[in-house]
């Protein structure tokens, strides 16, 4: 964390000062779930400059009103972080409070996937993921729900596609910020996962390459959001009937397996 002193006039026409200290976080890991929700509403233009100090900083918001647009721009900059999406592997929003109207979970907590994804399985991640792409494509609630449905279980709940379609339409009724929040959350576990398995998990340069601007195609990349699908389909092929046997394992056996896989395929090649 990074202590800040604001000084300020309490009152504005006395030639008076006063400060007072607060703290802005510098990194994702140092962001706290309220935190998260505020800058959910900064990416949406649903907050202002002084809201947004205030919940960052813990200072009231009637101190940084005081403030000139120069000295509130330059402590912004101190949480310039928050505009890129650097990897991060932990839930920040670890628990969701269920409305009342949630089946079979009346005044039940939500709760998230531990670090670095441990305990989900690759069937929970194929669909959490597929919903998270739908949801960047189409912007549908809808979508939004289904991922975090997918995500957020109770406890020592085991995942079954049955929880998304039991819940998706309750998890709707809490606040779409908080919602948005995870999805941003989801973003920085996608940049963790990419350094944690960079073979399967390539950056779109990586795949397409960086033209020159005079040379690069205007038209819009397409994403296919049954990829996971496919992936999965080429595990299992026409074992059918150990299908649960692969959903069901944990995402990181997984992507360990899928990472040894392609050494092994390119050093045949070699």
């Given amino acids: ?9 309490p009152i504005t ?9 607060g703290a802005f976080p510098e990194n994702w890991g140092e962001i706290s779930a309220k935190q998260l929700i505020a800058i959910a509403r900064l990416y949406k233009n649903h907050t202002t400059d002084v809201e947004f100090l205030s919940a960052m900083s813990g ?10 647009d120069y000295e509130r721009f330059k402590l912004m900059e101190y949480l310039e972080f928050v505009g890129d999406h650097k990897a991060y592997h932990e839930f920040i929003i670890s628990e969701l409070h269920a409305p009342h109207s949630m089946p079979q979970a009346p005044c039940s907590t939500l709760h998230a996937p531990s670090p670095k994804l441990k305990g989900i399985t690759f069937g929970q991640f194929i669909f959490a993921d597929t919903y998270f792409s739908n949801y960047q494509d189409s912007q549908k609630e809808e979508d939004l729900n289904k991922f975090i449905a997918a995500l957020y279980l109770l406890k020592d709940e085991k995942f079954d596609e049955q929880c998304i379609q039991k819940r998706h339409a309750a998890v709707g009724k809490i606040d779409r910020t908080t919602r948005e929040a995870i999805a941003i959350n989801w973003q920085l576990i996608h940049e963790w996962l990419s350094l944690a398995y960079p073979l399967i998990f390539q950056k779109r340069e990586e795949l397409t390459g960086n033209p020159e601007p005079e040379t690069r195609n205007p038209e ?48 045949r090649k070699n």
């Fill in 220 to 267: 819009p990349v397409t994403r296919d959001s049954s990829v996971w699908i496919k992936i999965f389909q080429n595990f299992v092929g026409d074992d059918i009937l150990h299908n649960d046997d692969w959903a069901n394992q944990p995402i990181n056996t997984i992507f360990t397996y899928m990472t040894r896989k392609y050494k092994e395929n390119a050093r």
């Fill in 13 to 21: 026409f006395l030639p008076l000062y006063r400060t007072v200290t």
């Fill in 1 to 9: 964390m990074k202590s800040i002193t604001v000084k300020y006039r």
């Fill in 59 to 68: 200072i009231g918001k009637h101190i940084f009103n005081r403030c000139d």
